[in-house]
Nanobody, 126 residues
């Protein structure tokens, strides 16, 4: 599975942006697609994830109510709609994919993900 994220750019505080992640190759039904972000000098943090099969979603508390993750199974695309953006949302955003295994890693953890895209930079100006 190869992932490519796009849609980053400069946006004003309070604005919106939609990120896309396209996957080449088939996504197994037990996979979860996730978005993570990494600000300069900080660790890579979980943002949101979606089960490829069921569509169940997971969000970080910091983005809940502002960001929405969705998928297009036919086009093998995952979206991250970001609204009410804040300067602290500035980061490189990465999409990732990995298998959800009962008793395994949480979709909120980096360790669950086997495949990563190259990242797209979102800058929110104050």
């Amino acid at each position: 599975v190869q992932l490519q994220a796009s849609g980053g750019g400069l946006v004003q505080t309070g604005g919106s942006r939609r990120l896309s992640c396209i996957a080449s190759g088939r996504i197994p039904s037990n996979y979860v697609m996730g978005w993570f972000r990494q600000a300069p000098g900080k660790e890579r943090d979980f943002v949101a994830a979606i089960s490829w099969n069921s569509g169940s979603t997971y969000y970080a508390d910091s983005v809940k109510g502002r960001f929405t993750i969705s998928r297009d199974n036919y086009k093998i695309l995952v979206y991250l709609q970001m609204n009410s953006l804040k300067p602290e949302d500035t980061a490189v955003y990465f999409c990732a994919a990995g298998p959800l295994i009962v008793g395994g890693f949480s979709p909120r953890g980096i360790s669950m993900y086997d495949y990563w895209g190259q990242g797209t930079l979102v800058t929110v100006s104050s």
